[in-house]
């Protein structure tokens, strides 16, 4: 891409000028890092958190109200290592897009997702107007990423 030479004042690291075009790649390669190192920390965060499965072993106890109770809890421990699965699954997809350099775009529309949207919700797939349709379950959304499929069999 050719830009006009005065179109910005930033310097390169032999003293000159860089172009608007240069300074956006080299902001579009910091944003990018910081999405894949916030990908990486929640993928980090999630894998440590299935790992502990304990809330969801069956106790007996004498008393029904406890087992009741124990129920319960166990129930909501399954619902939430469901929960996280799912987001780990969504955050493996979108750091299997950064390697195949499809992330950060809308895998509906193939427009750019917004940098406030990514900011939001690093791992998603759809930019926001996507989503909404998505949700309204005006399109249907794509399997797509193979990870999704590996770990849905996986589960």
């Known amino acids: ?14 003293g000159e000028e860089k172009s608007g075009h240069e300074k956006e790649m080299d902001m579009n390669q910091t944003g990018l890092k910081k999405y894949k190192a916030m990908l990486e920390a929640k993928r980090a965060e999630l894998s440590a958190g299935l790992r502990n499965r304990e809330d969801i072993a069956i106790e007996k106890t004498s008393d029904a109200l406890d087992e009741v109770q124990l129920a319960g809890e166990r129930e909501l421990a399954i619902r939430n290592l469901a929960r996280e699965s799912i ?6 997809g979108a750091l299997e897009r950064f390697a195949d350099g499809s992330y950060g775009t809308c895998l509906h529309c193939e427009e ?8 939001a919700v690093p791992w998603t797939k759809f930019c926001i107007r996507c989503q909404e349709a998505a949700d309204r379950h005006e399109f249907e959304t794509k399997a797509g990423d193979p ?3 590996f770990l849905a069999d996986a589960a």
């Open 147 to 149: 990870i999704d499929e």
């Open 1 to 14: 891409m050719i830009c006009h030479q005065y179109c910005c004042g930033a310097k390169d690291g032999q």
């Open 112 to 119: 750019e997702i917004k940098p406030n949207r990514l900011d």
């Open 87 to 92: 987001l780990l699954r969504q955050v493996l």
